[in-house]
């Protein structure tokens, strides 16, 4: 069975500032796929930025990018430029095609954006 | 602006009453998923379909939880009867399901309060 960690139950960063979120992850396959959403206090689940484990080069969305390090089983999340509108819960998330692409997902990372 | 959605979005009820939730997946997609999350156990799968077929009820007390797909165009989640354990927010997510992995959208979620 997969899983996954996310270590920083919860992080604040200055707006402007950059600030990177921690997941780590469990698996013994080899083709699979990770996921960063996000969850702001309208409790809407949005997509952030996905990865595909075949993929040597990392995922970048605007002010949103990853670390994908595949032998460590390491996928953090960098926000460059935070704005106030990035605070939300940040969860982690992993699925595989053996798995029927469900979601296994990260307790979560509580990110405050403060002025 | 194709996006999930569920009805109702709150509902607040005795034990003992059934609940039903509504979704409507985004049209095209083919695959539905069901989660619940709560503080304790955090976001959680429930049941999914791929083509309408359950394919994993594993994560649903099937003693109380029901999961159907009457059509395309809408899944429901039933609960009967109802206990305040069930309390949650449940969210119902939809893919395209042309590969494994596939990027989920999710709906607002329906907020149960079970008194």
């Known amino acids: 069975a997969q899983t996954v960690t996310q270590s920083q139950p919860e992080m604040s960063v200055q707006e402007a500032e950059t600030v990177t979120l921690s997941c780590t992850y469990d698996t013994s396959e080899s083709n699979y796929y990770l996921f960063w959403y996000k969850q702001p206090p309208s409790r809407q689940m949005i997509l952030v930025i996905r990865?595909?484990?075949?993929?040597?080069q990392n995922a970048t969305e605007n002010r949103f990018s990853v670390n994908f390090q595949k032998a460590a089983k390491s996928f953090s999340l960098k926000i460059s430029d935070s704005q106030l509108g990035d605070t939300a819960m940040y969860f982690c998330?992993?699925?595989?095609?053996?798995?029927?692409?469900?979601?296994?997902f990260g307790e979560g990372t509580q990110l405050t954006v403060n002025p | 602006d194709a996006r999930v959605t569920q009805t109702p979005r709150d509902k607040v009820t005795e034990m003992g009453q059934e609940v039903t939730m509504r979704c409507q997946p985004i049209?095209?997609?083919?695959?539905v998923f069901w989660y619940r999350q709560t503080m304790m156990q955090g976001l959680e799968l429930l049941a999914y379909f791929r083509n309408r077929a359950p394919l994993d009820d594993s994560g649903m007390p099937k003693d109380r939880f029901s999961a159907e797909m009457p059509d395309a165009t809408l899944a429901t989640l039933k609960i009967q009867p109802s206990e305040p354990r069930d309390s949650a927010v449940y969210f119902c997510a939809s893919g395209s399901g042309l590969a494994g992995g596939d990027t989920q959208y999710f709906g607002p979620g329906t907020r149960l309060t079970v008194l």
């Open positions: 049209l095209g997609h083919n695959t």
């Open positions: 990865q595909e484990a075949y993929k040597q």
């Open positions: 998330a992993f699925s595989s095609e053996t798995s029927g692409s469900r979601l296994t």
